[in-house]
């Protein structure tokens, strides 16, 4: 009764207070924002747009051509396998990272907080040098090669560094810790009552899993497949590096573009192409994860 | 209260004072990189008390591109000759002092005025080399001679190519008969389907350290540069190198000052240097491509001399790479295309 | 209904339950009461199935279920922490076994309909559990462990959340419930109130093992251990040696010295010493000597006014203490205060001796 309804507080003069000291906090990111991603997308854009000389150097001269060559059938497609490739990577640290995260959450604290360590120690070293290091794993007189000829598994070495299955493995590799940590974060507070509530009533492992755990964690499993497919979808080093550079993937065109091709405008236009069918494309996601979660 | 007051300015002029004098003692080098050895850099910081500060780029294109974007102040460049034939063409480069040049006569003729620079005016040759073909003869009974050789069918998965489009496309022009210079829509479309078919067996795209899966026994032919092809000789005299027989494709790196320079003095130095019989002979060891210092040369071991790779005894006319132009995204389509449809 | 054949369950080294044996009976409401630790937790998740006996038999309306999946077991719990699904609505909380069961979709909708109504949570249907009262919260819990007619409801300290005006409602509640519908429930509790208030019968647990089963009634009145007699309500735990046992009466001395005449057929057979347990509502204190088989002089040490009723500390001869509670009627009648000397009498009958670990 005597404390003021919470609205009031927003007219008296103090309110101004704490909107000034959040625009202050914020600024730091602001600012970085508005350095790194608004103004250089700003530059794509123009540059989009533009002509280039023989030099490669860009010339101010309003032209579509750029726009219309990204949806040549050769680039869409490398698009389209870009978009397989991370599908595919996404789906598969799903399938090994669920159960990680979710044996984790289940472990007494002091477990919990060791695993979880070994879950991130891989971003102690560089990530190319992991790279080299699973190139010396996987090739034909490799690590695994020799393992499984003297094991007598196989009878050739093994013939899969340079392959698309190799690139796989690589991207598998290397994102797999970002599909754990936010799964693990949700099921690490998802209360195990929850789930013996399911199992009470009837419901059987599969049952329990689908309804009620994987709505329950559907926050981290999001996260996760957002935090791989989308920089798997422009990785070009690790498919390069493993996967011997025989299929471009998008990441690749785009790079080629600003240092080797010398079309700085073209690469300037996929850039901008291929950031806003992220920006649809998550707008859309976002859309759908409210209405059925209202 | 004047000193007072003067005291923040004269701060001021101090600090312009000897950011000058820093950067007298500096030398924005831009280079490839894994090409100028460590030690050849610090001996001339010791000599000379300039401090260089070497920034790398993987291909011309790169280099280029960084170059016209502006953001720093390159004292020398090592551009590829066809990219400084284009710099030349549109006057970004300085004139060479050769006052400041004693040691330029130490040049093998042949390595001075080339077709990008016919004056002789602007450009230093660093090394010279050639694009060949490594044989594993352990692995490789037939003989390889060329191309076609290199690219049948029954070598499928065993071959690394470095990961150019123009490389590529020479290759295949020389299987035609096409100038190498001479690239239209019309001669591409002539090597598409050549390309095509080559695309189907290549195992591996590397352009920076083809030699690798040579040495692992990934692959067991390559087409490389004739450096790496020196050092897989130098590893195991297994590794053969050999100028393909339709026609050879043969590069020189040059040094040059771009303009905007501000060290001009320094990169005049540094070029000196460079061109010592000694220092140039130090740079072989480490990085074993076609020395174009006669006297540095003289420096080298037999060994080193009798490298094939390094060193190749042909009287045959090897040819450069020109200047293309926008023509260059042509190939690059042409190659993401094929590699998209392999 | 209920069988339960020397079940014993370990954690590591900590045996949570010791080798206990109970039979429950079809219909009934039994607390299963004791202190945190007691077992009385894992002995109900052994019968819900989420923990499995290291030792012994559980059975079920016959069947054997000691190893059965819990999602296999006609009977069903309340969390005490409720455990609704976030996720869904009141209504999609309450079908969700009935869904699991795959019950005809018209035929659960007159199910939900009605235990909704039960409960009486018309008008929540559509909420979420985060938009409803804790009280509201618990009815979802019950409906939802209801709905899909258990044969068993176990209940896992279900009130104990909530404040003490609304769990007093809910225990008056919980026990019509049972009453209409017939289920046999199993409460947990560690509350001894609440486990008088609404049992049939009340199991008390200790370290793990059953000390005693027995109606409400018989467990106040006529514990069997010490621990039973001071766990359920207040009393009066005296210890006393055995001086004489001849005919109705038992003879015993106390610690400070005095001596009470107990019933005979209380004692237990062969034991020499016991404790005697007496409710501080059974010693009578008066200012006149009281007709009584034990009438002792007495010194009223601390008197607690407590409202309706007086609590006093009595002291005797040889230092003994007791507790007695007084009703507090009126101020006409004749005022007892610390300090005063008192008469205070024990009836034979409210001596109740109880076995000393």
């Known amino acids: 009764m005597q404390a003021l309804p919470s609205t009031s507080l927003t007219d008296s003069p103090h309110a101004l207070r704490p909107r000034v000291w959040g625009w202050v906090l914020l600024a730091p990111m602001l600012a970085w924002l508005v350095l790194f991603v608004l103004v250089p997308m700003a530059i794509l854009l123009v540059y989009s747009f533009c002509t280039r000389d023989d030099l490669g150097r860009v010339v101010f001269e309003f032209t579509f051509e750029n726009y219309q060559r990204v949806f040549d059938p050769i680039y869409l497609r490398i698009l389209g396998r870009s978009i397989g490739y991370a599908a595919l990577t996404t789906g598969i640290c799903l399938l090994m990272g669920y159960p990680v995260a979710w044996f984790i959450a289940r472990q007494r604290e002091n477990v919990r907080n060791w695993l979880l360590l070994l879950v991130m120690i891989p971003f102690w070293t560089s990530f190319l040098i992991r790279t080299y290091a699973w190139m010396t794993i996987l090739k034909g007189n490799g690590l695994l090669s020799g393992l499984l000829l003297s094991a007598g598994v196989i009878p050739a070495p093994l013939e899969i560094l340079y392959t698309p299955a190799a690139a796989i493995i690589g991207l598998v590799y290397a994102y797999l810790p970002f599909m754990i940590l936010p799964i693990y974060g949700s099921a690490e507070k998802l209360d195990n009552a929850l789930v013996e509530a399911a199992h009470d009533l009837g419901a059987g492992p599969v049952r329990a899993f689908s309804e009620v755990i994987v709505p329950l964690t559907w926050p981290g499993i999001a996260a996760g497949i957002l935090l791989v497919f989308v920089p798997a979808i422009g990785m070009f080093a690790i498919t390069d590096l493993m996967g011997g550079a025989r299929v471009p993937m998008i990441g690749n065109v785009i790079h080629n573009q600003f240092i080797k091709a010398g079309n700085q405008p073209f690469g300037a236009a996929l850039g901008i192409i291929f950031t806003l069918m992220f920006v649809v494309a998550y707008t859309l996601a976002q859309r759908r994860g409210r209405s059925s979660h209202p | ?342 | ?357």
Request: proline share 5%; aromatic share 8%; with cysteine.
């Open chain 3, 1 to 357: 209904m209920i069988e339960i054949q020397g079940v014993t369950k370990r954690f590591g080294e900590f045996t949570a339950v010791n080798d206990v044996s109970l039979h429950i009976k079809a219909g009934e409401f039994i607390t299963l009461l004791g202190p945190s630790g007691c077992g009385k937790t894992t002995l109900l998740r052994m019968l819900s199935g989420f923990e499995t006996p290291d030792a012994g038999l559980i059975r079920i309306a016959g069947e054997d279920v000691t190893r059965l999946a819990p999602y296999r077991r006609n009977v069903n719990q309340v969390f005490q922490s409720y455990a609704l699904f976030p996720h869904m609505t009141v209504r999609e909380n309450i079908g969700f076994g009935l869904r699991m069961q795959k019950v005809a979709a018209a035929e659960s909708a007159r199910r939900i309909d009605e235990v909704v109504a039960l409960v009486a949570l018309q008008g929540f249907e559509d909420r979420k559990p985060g938009q409803l009262s804790g009280g509201q919260r618990q009815r979802v819990a019950l409906a939802r462990a209801i709905v899909p007619r258990p044969s068993v409801l176990l209940l896992d300290e279900p009130l104990s959340a909530l404040d003490a005006k609304l769990r007093g409602q809910m225990q008056l509640e919980l026990k019509r419930l049972q009453k209409h519908l017939g289920i046999t429930f199993v409460f947990v509790t560690h509350d001894q109130e609440e486990a008088l208030t609404m049992s049939d019968r009340i199991a008390v647990f200790n370290h793990g093992r059953l000390e005693q089963l027995g109606t409400t009634t018989e467990i106040y009145h006529q514990p069997r251990t010490a621990f039973v007699a001071d766990f359920i309500g207040e009393t009066n735990l005296l210890p006393a040696d055995l001086i004489d046992l001849t005919g109705a009466t038992a003879r015993v001395r106390l610690e400070g010295g005095l001596e009470l005449n107990v019933n005979a057929a209380q004692w237990p057979a062969g034991l020499r010493r016991a404790s005697i347990s007496i409710r501080p509502e059974k010693v009578h204190v008066s200012k006149q000597r009281v007709a009584c088989e034990n009438v002792f002089e007495a010194r009223v040490a601390v008197e607690l006014f407590q409202g309706v009723l007086d609590r006093l500390v009595l002291e005797f001869t040889g230092g003994t203490r007791l507790t007695a509670v007084v009703a507090n009627e009126s101020a006409l009648l004749e005022a007892i205060h610390e300090g005063d000397r008192v008469w205070c009498g024990l009836h034979a009958d409210d001596l109740v001796v109880v076995r000393t670990e």
């Open chain 2, 1 to 342: 209260m004047k000193p007072i007051r003067l005291l923040p300015l004269l701060a001021i002029a101090a600090v312009f004072a000897t950011a000058a004098r820093a950067a007298d003692k500096e030398l924005n080098l831009y280079a490839w990189s894994e090409y100028i050895p460590q030690t050849v850099l610090d001996g001339f910081t010791k000599e000379t008390g300039i401090k260089v500060n070497y920034e790398t780029f993987s291909s011309g294109e790169e280099m280029l591109a960084k170059l016209l974007a502006g953001g720093t102040r390159y004292d020398l460049i090592q551009p590829p000759d066809y990219v400084a034939e284009a710099l030349i063409k549109n006057k970004l480069l300085v004139p060479l002092d050769y006052k400041k040049l004693p040691n330029f006569k130490n040049l093998l003729p042949e390595f001075t005025k080339m077709p990008h620079d016919p004056a002789q005016k602007f450009t230093v040759p660093y090394m010279a080399g050639t694009v060949g073909i490594v044989v594993n003869t352990e692995k490789i009974k037939e003989p390889v001679a060329g191309y076609k050789d290199l690219f049948s069918a029954r070598y499928k998965d065993r071959i690394v190519v470095l990961d150019d489009g123009r490389e590529l496309v020479v290759g295949a022009f020389y299987t035609q008969g096409i100038g190498l210079n001479d690239i239209t829509p019309a001669t591409l479309e002539k090597a598409r389907p050549i390309l095509t078919a080559w695309f189907k067996n290549i195992k591996l795209f590397d352009s920076d350290s083809p030699k690798t899966a040579l040495l692992n026994g990934d692959v067991d032919l390559g087409l490389v540069w004739s450096g790496e092809a020196a050092i897989l000789w130098n590893e195991n005299k297994k590794f053969h190198y050999v100028l393909p027989s339709e026609g050879v494709h043969m590069f020189v790196d040059v040094l040059a000052i771009p303009k905007g320079s501000r060290n001009q003095s320094a990169a005049h130095a540094f070029l000196d240097y460079l061109l010592r019989p000694d220092v140039s002979a130090l740079i072989s060891e480490e990085f074993p491509y076609t020395n174009p210092n006669g006297e540095a040369r003289k420096l080298l071991t037999p060994e080193q001399l009798a490298n094939p790779a390094s060193y190749p005894k042909t009287d045959r006319k090897l040819d450069t790479f020109r200047h293309l132009g926008t023509s260059g995204a042509l190939i690059d389509e042409l190659f993401t295309d094929l590699k998209n449809t392999k």
